[in-house]
């Protein structure tokens, strides 16, 4: 048996607590965040607390982080307007997300410093950036404050799906054709690797990659002893 290192949770600085959360749970898929100020200054930051929350409507949940000084600009926007486009970040457009990460001024728009081009949504005023294979624009649906206030969740229910035709068959998004990045622990991020493929035990909306043989047969095993 391996022998583990125990850590107790309570009374963990923020840093420590950070680096252990971060380098447990991986990979993370990154939501590339853009947002719009009530003078239409465009924001664009990528965030990887993030995951989908709810498939009836569909929701997305991203948790931000206050800095000491308040809000990051993504969450002041949300806040302001109640809206957001979560764009997906792939190998390709990987470097530019990255960069975008960088600390700019309030008055600073990322997309115009980094030369990120945009384009308009269709239910949203936040547009989308071009490049990303998957937009998902966003509408605030409620934030929950988490521990002791620093960190946001923001649930946002997804109200427009745009994704490139060569990705999308009508029904099942191609994760290999879209070949997304996700974050790991410290300064590294991955790519899918090697892909397993496993029938689905549990059967979930609209039965996509359940086999109800799997149970059959272990029935019918079952009842010829």
């Not at 600085?13 to 590339?32: E, F, H």
Request: some cysteine.
């Amino acid at each position: 048996m391996k022998n583990f290192k125990f850590v107790d949770a309570s009374g963990l600085d923020t840093a420590l607590a950070y680096k252990l959360v971060v380098g447990c749970v991986v990979p993370r898929p990154i939501a590339w965040i853009t947002t719009m100020n009530a003078k239409g200054l465009v924001n664009a930051a990528p965030f990887s607390s993030y995951n989908y929350v709810a498939t009836d409507p569909p929701m997305l949940g991203v948790n931000i982080a206050s800095k000491a000084h308040g809000l990051k600009d993504t969450a002041r926007n949300i806040l302001e307007t109640g809206e957001f486009v979560v764009n997906v970040a792939d190998v390709d457009n990987m470097e530019l997300m990255h960069a975008s990460a960088a600390e700019f001024d309030a008055d600073v728009s990322e997309t115009s410093s980094l030369g990120i081009e945009l384009i308009p949504s269709l239910k949203v005023k936040v547009p989308r950036i071009a490049h990303s294979p998957i937009q998902m624009e966003c509408r605030l649906d409620q934030s929950v404050k988490l521990g002791v206030g620093r960190n946001v969740l923001y649930i946002g229910e997804i109200v427009a799906f745009h994704i490139w035709d060569e990705l999308f068959d009508g029904e099942r998004v191609d994760s290999i054709k879209l070949n997304p990045v996700a974050r790991l622990g410290g300064p590294n991020y991955s790519a899918l690797g090697q892909i397993f493929n496993k029938p689905m035990i549990q059967k979930p909306p609209g039965g996509e990659g359940w086999v109800n043989q799997v149970f059959e047969s272990t029935l019918s095993g079952k009842d010829k002893k």
